[in-house]
């Protein structure tokens, strides 16, 4: 199988091309540059793989939460390039996939998955590991960090809403956590394996960023203070 993958959801732009074990991959931390770089370094995993667009099995592309503009980025770039090569495309939740990285890095079989949402709020989900792939206990919501919910002692803290919000892991009793992880491309592509093997691909027109909050726009004194969607 092969697959290509990309992810805009944070600062950090990740692209990765594999089978579902082997991956080729990019991360580079661009801010708001995912436009410009995001071409160029798709073209790179696919040299590095020896693969041409033409030849893949299907695209797949964190489709959110996360930056407004980033997981809309990431879903246009992929629903042009899956046009153009007449491929199905794979929209994978970005914050199960912080959870799949935190399974990679630390063996951790219950997340809980935390990206900062700006405007003083978290992107939060719960997962459990089950059969290879991820069951969500709480699914990807947009709260206040006041008000995340106590987790159990045994779930593992993964994103960098800690970073944004040192005392939340203590708050709500996580023992372990690590502000560090983000979802990645890798991650995005080791989901979509299952996914392409059951047939649950969509079209490109038919592929939609998975927003949460659904505002998308500042006001005037917003704006003027700083704030960022």
């Known amino acids: ?39 160029p370094r798709i073209r790179e995993v696919l040299a590095e793989r020896g693969w041409a667009l033409s030849t893949l099995d299907a695209i797949a592309f964190g489709a959110g939460p996360g930056s407004f503009t980033g997981v809309r980025i990431a879903c246009g770039v992929a629903q042009g390039l899956a046009l153009g090569a007449g491929l199905g495309l794979v929209p994978v939740g970005t914050l199960e996939a912080l959870a799949q990285e935190a399974w990679r890095e630390h063996a951790v079989t219950e997340v809980f998955a935390c990206l900062d949402a700006r405007m003083r709020e ?31 002692a045994s779930s593992f803290g993964a994103g960098d809403g800690f970073a944004v919000y040192p005392t939340l892991a203590a708050r709500i009793g996580l023992v372990r956590h690590e502000a560090t992880l983000g979802p990645t ?22 592929a939609h960023p998975v927003y949460v909050r659904h505002r998308v726009a500042l006001t005037t004194v917003e704006r003027a203070a700083g704030a960022r969607l």
Do not use: N
């Open 122 to 152: 978290v992107y939060v989900a719960s997962y459990a590991r089950e059969g290879g792939g991820w069951h969500a206990l709480r699914e990807p919501d947009v709260v206040k960090p006041d008000a995340v919910p106590a987790q159990p």
């Open 1 to 39: 199988m092969r697959i290509l993958s990309i992810d805009c959801s944070t600062d950090v732009l990740s692209v990765a091309c594999g089978d579902g074990r082997d991956f080729a991959f990019r991360d580079e931390h661009v801010g708001p540059a995912h436009a410009e770089r995001a071409l």
């Open 185 to 206: 491309a890798r991650a995005v592509g080791e989901l979509a394996v299952e996914r392409i093997a059951r047939g649950e691909l969509v079209a490109a027109r038919d």
